[in-house]
Structures are given as structure tokens and as C-alpha cells.
């Protein structure tokens, strides 16, 4: 069971217009939720969390769009978008409630990370941060430290068989290496001291597009497909420094246990593909009577095995 998490934490607020340049840190999430939605990860498996509503912000040019390339050739806010928290929900508190699933009694499953201990999550996060802290709506920060002991409690709660961070922030390092979980794999956009630079911009819209690191992830994604053999080896190898222009920072390896990134499939973590059990045999009818919507399989005399699921009467 594969699960994104995803947060766009900069100080960004629809009702307050100069938090505008920080468009791309909605676009880098919403890139991610594009990637991971073609891949095959269901919405109810995606909690995105959003600070800012970009698509309807008054100084948008391409009113309820988003991009994230000045050719604007993939829309990544589409109409069917489903964003679980956004504006003053994005907050540090609600955010590791849904982690470690210490949500108010009544709160529906779509606001929640439903995981156990067979589920692969994927937890994506940008904004603006700094040595040890990320910044939400620019009024709180999450502390690394605080990070690294929800992801413990996650651990001792079962909640993960293995979980891969992401996080492109300036000195997107030091939220990196504090964790020390059980697989739990980390990697960063640049290491301490060091920033996190933009890709490009667009000109009409008149802001930063992207992110640069995202961008290269983004470009990697485009090329997986539902059955890809790439790894996360690969990915790793696509981080030129002279691209990126920073040089990203990985967690502890050791700490992620039972393989190797080179073992560990791309769609593990950004993708779903179901299990299919395949039978060279025919299915043979029930001997026992099951009522399915007052239907009996007893009642309607199949003579000869089944062979196909549709000739199921249910």
C-alpha cells in the first residue's frame, strides 16, 4: 500500500497578496501530486496539504490554473484536484497529527493517513526553512528534532513499513539528518549552509515556476512508468550538483534495513501498481450457499465451472 503525504508549507495566504512569489513551492507540490495521481496512487491514498490557494489568487494570470514550466503544457491544478488541508489548516500541529494519527474523533478518513505496518509512505515537503526549521505560513516552524520524533512514533506505532522523505528547502540537510528511524530513507535538496535556488520563471506570471530540485525530479518522473524498473539509485544519480546547484544531503543509509536504493523501485513509493494473481485453472462454483443483494449462488443452477469474473453474480 503506497501512500503521499504532501505539504507546501511557505508563507503563502490567498488573502494577502505578497506571499505571491512563493508560487513555486505550491507548483513544486502540486508537480509531485501530478507525478505520484499518474502513476497510480489514488487520491484516497494522498493527503496534500496546500498553505495557499495559487489558482485563485487575484494576481493570476491564468485564473484556477497552475504551472510549473513557463510552456505551460502540463496544468498541474486540474478540476479534479482534491486538497485535504489548505490555508490556516497547514499547520505544524496538523501535520503531525496526521502522521502519527492523533486526529479529533470524527475526523473522515479522506483527512487521514490511513497506513499500517505493511504501507510505503512518501512524504514530500517544501517552503522556506533554515538550519534546523521549516518554516508554515510564516507565523511557526517546525523544528528538526520535533520531525525526527514523530517519524520514531510512527515507527514504534506501526504505521510504515518503509517511508521516503523529500524535502526541498535552503539547508534542507539538517532536517535530514536527525532522523534516525528504522527504514526511513531522507534526501534533501542541499546540505547545510547552502541554499535551495529556483529553476526558472515566468514572465506573465511574473514569479519562480519551480523549484530546481524538484525540477529535476519532476523531469526523472516524466519518464517512469507504471511498470519501470528504475530505482531509486537512479533518481539519486540524476542530482547533478552543477544542475541543481546544491548539493543534496541524504539520511543515514544503514538506517533503511531490509534493501539497498538500488534494490528499492521507483513506484514503491511514487506509484501503485495492483497485484495480480493469474490461475491456469478454471474457477469452480461454490459448494456452500452465499447471499450477495438477496441473490443465492445455489438458486441459479450453474451446471459447468466458471471461467471468467463477470459470470459472478455479484
Not at 528534532?145 to 522523505?165: G, S, T
Not at 519551480?210 to 528504475?230: C, G, H, M, W
Amino acid at each position: 500500500k503506497q501512500w503521499y503525504q504532501r505539504q507546501s508549507t511557505g508563507g503563502c495566504n490567498s488573502r494577502r497578496c505578497r506571499y505571491w512569489f512563493n508560487y513555486r513551492h505550491a507548483a513544486n507540490a502540486l508537480s509531485i501530486y501530478y507525478s505520484v495521481k499518474r502513476l497510480g496512487i489514488p487520491d484516497s491514498h494522498i493527503i496534500l496539504m496546500l498553505s495557499d490557494d495559487m489558482a485563485c489568487n487575484p494576481r493570476n494570470p491564468t485564473s484556477a490554473q497552475v504551472f510549473n514550466n513557463r510552456d505551460r503544457h502540463v496544468q498541474i491544478y486540474p478540476d479534479d484536484v482534491e486538497v485535504d488541508y489548505r490555508d490556516s489548516e497547514v499547520t505544524v500541529e496538523n501535520f503531525f497529527r496526521v502522521l502519527t494519527d492523533r486526529l479529533p474523533e470524527g475526523t473522515p478518513s479522506s483527512k487521514r493517513l490511513m497506513t499500517d505496518e505493511n504501507s510505503n509512505i512518501l512524504v514530500y515537503l517544501t517552503g522556506h526553512g533554515g538550519d534546523g526549521f521549516l518554516k508554515f505560513q510564516d507565523t511557526e516552524e517546525m523544528n528538526a528534532l520535533e520531525l525526527a520524533d514523530v517519524f520514531q512514533q510512527m515507527h514504534e506505532k506501526k504505521r510504515y513499513n518503509e517511508l521516503f522523505f523529500m524535502i526541498d528547502t535552503c539547508q534542507a540537510g539538517s532536517m535530514v539528518l536527525p532522523i534516525k528511524s528504522p527504514n526511513i530513507l531522507g534526501v534533501g535538496s542541499s546540505t547545510v549552509g547552502q541554499d535551495s535556488l529556483s529553476h526558472h520563471g515566468d514572465k506573465e506570471i511574473g514569479v519562480y515556476v519551480i523549484d530546481r530540485f524538484t525540477y529535476f525530479t519532476l523531469d526523472f518522473l516524466e519518464k517512469v512508468q507504471p511498470n519501470s524498473k528504475a530505482t531509486l539509485s537512479d533518481l539519486f544519480r540524476i542530482y547533478s550538483n552543477a544542475e541543481i546547484r546544491s548539493t543534496p544531503q541524504y539520511s543515514n543509509l544503514n538506517l533503511f534495513k531490509t534493501r539497498s536504493p538500488g534494490d528499492v523501485l521507483i513506484t514503491d513509493f511514487f506509484g501503485s501498481v495492483r497485484q495480480t494473481v493469474l490461475f491456469d485453472q478454471q474457477v469452480a462454483p461454490l459448494n456452500k450457499t452465499v447471499v450477495t443483494d438477496e441473490v443465492k449462488l445455489t438458486d441459479l443452477n450453474i451446471s459447468s465451472p466458471l471461467e471468467t469474473v463477470s459470470q459472478l453474480p455479484f
